[in-house]
């Protein structure tokens, strides 16, 4: 995917059926409830994956959901049609997140730590079994704030490191290590 | 010796240079632990670009739907007025207790501003009209095999189809700006008068270039691109009394300066 900058990702089905993202949101812009309702329909799938996986957390997902989903409300107006819908969703769906993950984590006052490189890994045993897609989400739900936000956007959502590091505000060095630790971190978990 | 993390991250990655590359893959053959390793997390990247999408609660929505009832810029207002129907009046947005404490020109403003916004997805879809339609030859086909070689026929009906929606958001737009034409002080009344006036005057010589020579690309571009500017001027102008009616200096002049560049 991420050679043209465009995230990957999966179309839900939608009532709209053959209507394009396009034309259904030149439908919305004008004052179309039910095309907003089929615009919802055809991304909220992809969209609270996102958001369940950038705040580790489904209960707090459902509520970014429905901010999202205002923000959308609020912003059409603005769509210039310059890009595809999906694509303008998925970035405001990110930086909705985003947005709500850096708000918590200074609540919280956590500091994520960077990637000492001069350390040298511990190797764990060899695992056996392929990963089960169920087992990773729940192990990155347990990542810490940072490395998970790094691991969604890079190696799911298949965003670059200068564009994470873009995302996150971010320098693209501490992307690149918090993506390692976020991914060493998962192993060691998929591993217990 | 391991290799560092740095740089066994950069091969799982695949983003080291060749010489690099093959030093560490010379030790990742000869090292299990690293082997190990380098196998574990390039099966991690290969699974997390495989998950798929998460159905949100059914309750989800109905959460949406109910707050955006309560948005004051509802998508729920009515749709577009049609040309034939020339009722545009000025009725006040959905009063809710929010805007209990609003003052008339606060009521009023989210409607304009709604009318900006429907005014530029008439614009939108026009555009996609001609971008997306098979209006000029040569452009790239739609989906069925029988509409690859567009007519004469179908070229006007798109022309046509273009030239409506521009012309609805045109109706639209004159009627916000002549009903409130008084908020403009008189100078600059005449200033987009005048300016309307030329884009009016290149309306008609446009259509006149077209009735010429119909199969004229340029004369049916330059039609679409004349409905587009006076478009863009009337958003201006109602942009303008906005800007006026809520006392944003700065933001009147800007528009007030491009006015009179004839941007």
């Known amino acids: 995917m991420t050679s043209s900058g465009q995230p990957r990702g999966s179309t839900a089905p939608s009532k709209s059926g053959t209507v394009s993202d396009a034309e259904l949101a030149a439908r919305c812009q004008a004052g179309d409830a039910e095309a907003f309702a089929d615009l919802y329909r055809r991304h909220a799938g992809r969209l609270f994956a996102l958001a369940c996986r950038l705040a580790g957390s489904a209960d707090v997902a459902e509520d970014l959901l429905q901010e999202i989903f205002l923000q959308v409300h609020r912003k059409l107006g603005s769509f210039k049609g310059d890009a595809a819908i999906g694509t303008w969703l998925h970035r405001l769906a990110i930086n909705c997140c985003l947005d709500f993950v850096r708000s918590r984590r200074a609540k919280e006052r956590k500091v994520t730590q960077t990637l000492d490189d001069a350390s040298s890994f511990v190797p764990t045993a060899p695992r056996e079994t392929l990963i089960a897609r169920i087992d990773l989400e729940r192990a990155i739900a347990r990542l810490p704030d940072g490395y998970r936000e790094a691991f969604v956007l890079h190696d799911v959502e298949g965003f670059d490191h200068k564009e994470v590091a873009r995302l996150m505000g971010i320098a693209e060095g501490t992307s690149k290590s918090q993506v390692f630790k976020a991914r060493l971190k998962l192993r060691a978990m998929l591993a217990e | ?263």
Not at chain 2, 80 to 99: C, G, I, K, M, N
Not at chain 2, 117 to 128: D, E, Q
Not at chain 2, 134 to 148: H, I, K, L, N, V
């Open chain 2, 1 to 263: 010796m391991h290799p560092s993390n740095s740089e066994l991250n950069e091969y799982v990655e695949g983003s080291l240079s060749p010489i690099e590359r093959q030093t560490i893959q010379q030790h990742v053959e000869a090292c299990a632990a690293c082997r190990s390793l380098v196998v574990d997390l390039q099966e991690l990247r290969r699974v997390a670009a495989t998950l798929e999408a998460r159905e949100p609660p059914p309750a989800v929505w109905s959460r949406i739907e109910a707050a955006v009832q309560r948005e004051p810029s509802s998508l729920a207002r009515p749709r577009l007025p049609e040309p034939s129907r020339p009722t545009f009046a000025r009725q006040p947005p959905a009063v809710d207790a929010s805007d209990e404490n609003r003052s008339p020109n606060e009521t009023y403003r989210p409607y304009t501003l709604w009318w900006l916004s429907a005014a530029a997805a008439v614009l939108l879809a026009a555009v996609l009209i001609v971008r997306t339609g098979y209006f000029w030859p040569g452009r790239a086909a739609p989906s069925t095999a029988a509409d690859e070689t567009p007519t004469a026929q179908s070229i006007e009906a798109e022309l046509a189809l273009a030239e409506q929606h521009y012309q609805k958001a045109i109706s639209g737009l004159e009627q916000i700006a002549t009903a409130e034409k008084g908020a403009l002080d008189p100078g600059t009344a005449a200033t987009l008068q005048k300016n309307l006036s030329v884009v009016d005057q290149a309306i008609s010589e446009s259509r006149a270039a077209l009735r010429a020579q119909p199969d004229s690309e340029p004369a049916q571009q330059s039609l679409l691109d004349t409905f587009k500017a006076k478009v863009s001027l009337l958003q201006d102008t109602v942009a303008l009394i906005n800007e006026l009616r809520n006392g944003n200096e700065a933001g009147t002049a800007q528009i007030l300066s491009d006015l009179k560049k004839g941007k």
